[in-house]
């Protein structure tokens, strides 16, 4: 989509596997769809799901 140019390239979307982490250190269940900041994010660990920073999301979907 921001290749597209509907989002500004700072931002990306995850579409696979991703959790968010909060700075409690809890885990959120596996998201579906994440639009996040890239300049902000950072990636903590990558096993069979990406985990990063809750606050780099701007916008999640979770499907039951």
Do not use: W
């Amino acid at each position: 989509m921001s290749r597209s140019g509907l989002i500004p390239h700072r931002y990306s979307i995850a579409q696979n596997k991703v959790r968010g982490v909060a700075p409690s250190g809890h885990i959120s269940p596996e998201l579906d769809i994440v639009l996040y900041d890239r300049d902000d994010s950072v990636l903590l660990r990558k096993r069979s799901y990406l985990e990063d920073p809750i606050n780099s999301h701007l916008f999640s979907i979770q499907k039951d």
